[in-house]
């Protein structure tokens, strides 16, 4: 019994007995850590390609029309002519009407200066307004006694006349400068014109 007892107590230093309530515990190495993938090299990101937008579309702005004639060589325009401008009918024989009226103060006062009777007296129309109550007859010896009978050379001249036209009627008014031997002066002088067929005859004459 000793030696058997002793026997055992020397196993069981060996191997210490495991307690019966304590269950073995399996012991697991740690599983080693495994080392990060290496990122694997890929090729660079392709930029995103922009989408494209849809082509808008748009209607051309129209532009403002216009009436546009073409013509071609030896076609007529069919665009109708322009009238030309021209002065007012009346304003043109008005004008026309006082430069005629200018010639015959003209006629009037060269045939005067002339010592031209026949041609002096032919200016005067057949109703001229005799003056101081005279007859046409008496009127037509007392001019040609002061115009044949003046010895001497004698100028009738005139100033711009200002000449209003009316109808077959025109009014001159200017400034006549007289000069014979003995006598020289000026007076304003206003003859009333009627027209005669294509002339311009004196109807009436005053001074002052």
Request: charged share 25%; hydrophobic share 35%.
């Amino acid at each position: 019994m000793t030696k058997s007892t002793s026997s055992k107590e020397a196993q069981a230093e060996a191997n210490p007995a495991k307690s019966q309530d304590e269950k073995p515990v399996a012991v697991t190495a740690p599983a080693p850590e495994k080392a990060p993938a290496a990122a694997k090299a890929s090729a660079p990101a392709k930029a995103p390609t922009p989408a494209k937008a849809a082509p808008v579309k748009t209607s051309p702005a129209k532009a403002p029309t216009a009436n546009v004639v073409t013509t071609t060589a030896g076609a007529a325009s069919t665009a109708p002519a322009k009238p030309a401008e021209s002065k007012p009918v009346a304003s043109a024989n008005s004008n026309q009407a006082s430069d005629e009226v200018t010639k015959a103060i003209n006629n009037w006062a060269n045939a005067w200066s002339r010592k031209d009777v026949k041609g002096y007296i032919a200016q005067y129309a057949a109703d001229f307004n005799v003056p101081r109550g005279m007859s046409r007859k008496e009127w037509e010896a007392e001019r040609a006694q002061r115009i044949a009978g003046k010895s001497g050379k004698i100028s009738v001249t005139f100033d711009e006349p200002q000449i209003s036209v009316n109808g077959d009627k025109a009014t001159a008014k200017f400034r006549q400068h007289y000069k014979a031997r003995g006598l020289s002066n000026s007076t304003s002088k206003t003859l009333v014109f009627v027209r005669s067929g294509n002339r311009w005859l004196i109807q009436e004459e005053n001074s002052r």
